[in-house]
């Protein structure tokens, strides 16, 4: 059985993504510092798929530490989410981002060739696109000037990776560039589940559908869109984590001609933060107090994919619909309301 070390694998998508590694025949191996994810998902995937994962509290910055993972395993690829991810909080810690993701990866990837560890998943993002001139984007729009210091540590960061491929014939890489995942696992067990006050709209505003949290803020509805609020790409995390596991198997079976490759992961599909909320409403039958207020610093005003080419090259198609997306997340919500 293959070992792959999961970076960040208690996280929101880390978590889902070691549930699909486990369904097609992978150990995965988890290292996460807990920063932001709950030890308690340990047993949630557990649950989910009879298997205890072997766990480390690790932060990547500690090159040495980290040297111990690798030092105890066979590892044969890593799958890398762990990274500080929010757009606002960026922007007002840009120093505390560059030092998270730049580093983190950085020292991954010097420890990945000490101990002949060839191939890597790179959990980017669409932000590396900054504000695009042209939609849908493709993986050869223009990388256009980040709108945040997190966008930019993606930039950089798929940059290092392909210069360390290039110096190094026996590694290879895939850089996933997603959009905005949502939605949780169909058991309920297992979903976004951030540390304190979340950033990302989705556990947001599940949470003020819960009566955790009062209001959710809308950022601007002034943009030139057709409600006036900003467009996304909203993309069911479980596909997501498919597309990780298919990406991989690529890598190991030699399917890629060339060392490196980037792929869009969405749905081509745009919807509005007022869509969203919208359609929540619709779907779950519960009103949500909302208020518009400012723009924030940091956010694009509309993005979405063209994902023909992981379509085709992967193989892989996001397969869930924005109501289905939206139902899962409340079903998890509804989990964690039950257990408190």
């Known amino acids: ?86 757009v606002s909080e960026s922007v007002n810690k840009p120093l505390l981002y560059y030092k998270n993701n730049l580093l983190g990866t950085i020292n991954l990837l010097e420890l990945m060739e000490a101990y002949h560890v060839s191939s890597m998943i790179f959990s980017s993002s669409c932000t590396v696109y900054g504000e695009p001139d042209k939609l849908p984007v493709t993986e050869n729009s223009e990388i256009k000037p980040a709108n945040s210091p997190y966008g930019n540590t993606k930039q950089v960061c798929e940059e290092i990776i392909k ?30 589940f951030p540390s304190g ?24 509805d002034d943009y030139n869109t057709p409600d006036g609020s900003c467009i996304r790409d909203y993309i069911h995390v479980v596909d997501l984590a498919k597309a990780h596991v298919v990406s991989l198997q690529r890598l190991l079976q030699n399917k890629a001609k060339e060392k490196y490759g980037v792929f869009n992961l969405g749905t081509g599909t745009g919807y509005s933060v007022l869509d969203i909320i919208t359609t929540f409403e619709k779907t779950i039958g519960k009103k949500l107090n909302y208020k518009v207020v400012d723009r924030r610093p940091g956010d694009v005003e509309k993005i979405y994919a063209d994902t023909s080419y992981a379509n085709d090259k992967l193989g892989w198609k996001a397969k869930s619909g924005l109501e289905e997306m939206l139902q899962s997340s409340w079903k998890w919500q509804q989990r964690l309301m039950e257990e408190t």
Do not use: C, W
């Open 163 to 192: 210069d360390a491929i290039a110096s190094n014939d026996a590694l290879q890489a895939i850089s996933l560039r997603y959009f905005n995942p949502i939605g949780a696992h169909d058991s309920g067990k297992i979903g976004e």
């Open 197 to 220: 006050i979340p950033n990302n709209l989705m556990p947001y505003l599940l949470e003020v559908a819960a009566g955790k949290l009062e209001q959710l803020s809308v950022f601007g």
């Open 1 to 86: 059985m293959k070992e792959v070390l999961v970076t960040g694998g208690t996280g929101y998508i880390g978590s889902h993504t070691v549930v699909e590694l486990h369904n097609s025949g992978y150990k995965a191996i988890i290292v996460d510092n807990l920063s932001n994810s709950h030890r308690s998902m340990l047993k949630r995937l557990e649950d989910i798929t009879g298997v205890t994962p072997k766990f480390y509290k690790k932060d990547l910055k500690d090159q040495e530490s980290l040297r111990e993972v690798f030092k105890e395993n066979n590892i044969t690829s890593v799958i890398h989410f762990a990274a500080s991810k929010a």
